[in-house]
């Protein structure tokens, strides 16, 4: 979406300013709602290879959609706070959080976009089970995520956020290297996980 506020030149030139029409960008989804006839008409042909219309994205689309236009800062903070109560009451059952020495870290700090971190010391922490207890505080809130990472220094296991788990809603992106564990982790399996899709190209006019 282009801010109402911008000081492009393009901006001012063409006034393309509608929040309506947007690229929508998740790890695992590209929604294409820009109105092609409200752009220059050098980028009416844009392609974005591997995005889907608001259509047919279908539900979570739409979700998504909805959920960035009623952006606030209120409401990042509020919805962080009450994730994060739920998320601290599913993990201390099994174990300590602490930041140095614990069995994770459930990492307290608000980051610009709505994703929670938690870090596990421990790798009893990547049971499914676990894995799915939090995935399910994550229910009605389809625009958040839980980044999984891993950080054992004294096995030499270190996975950093995005590398490890992403927990949504509605699936879980498995890109943990299963060679960087102990044996008897490698064979984790998280019911309905998929492996993360490699990124999609921006095709301008005349690339394709």
């Known amino acids: 979406m282009v801010n109402r506020e911008s000081d492009s030149e393009d901006v001012q030139k063409y006034g393309y300013e509608w929040p309506e029409s947007q690229i929508v960008i998740r790890d695992d989804l590209i929604i294409d709602c820009l109105v092609r006839e409200r752009l220059p008409r050098e980028f009416r042909d844009l392609v974005i290879a591997g995005s889907l219309s608001s259509k047919e994205a279908g539900a979570r689309g739409l979700a998504a959609i909805e959920d960035m236009r009623a952006h606030t800062e209120e409401r990042l903070a509020k919805e962080w706070n009450d994730l994060y109560q739920r998320l601290n009451a599913v993990l201390q059952p099994y174990g300590e959080d602490a930041i140095d020495g614990g069995d994770y870290f459930l990492i307290d700090q608000i980051f610009a976009s709505y994703v929670h971190q938690v870090e596990m010391h421990k790798l009893h922490m990547l049971r499914p089970e676990i894995i799915k207890a939090l ?26 956020p995005g590398e490890g788990l992403t927990l949504h809603d509605d699936e879980i992106i498995d890109a943990l290297d299963r060679k960087l564990l102990p044996k008897e982790y490698q064979d984790l399996v998280y019911e309905g996980s998929r492996p993360p899709k490699k990124p999609s190209d921006v095709l301008l006019p005349g690339e394709r």
């Open 135 to 160: 995935q399910g505080v994550l229910v009605g809130h389809p625009d958040w995520e839980i980044e999984i990472s891993v950080s054992v220094p004294e096995e030499e296991i270190i996975i950093d």
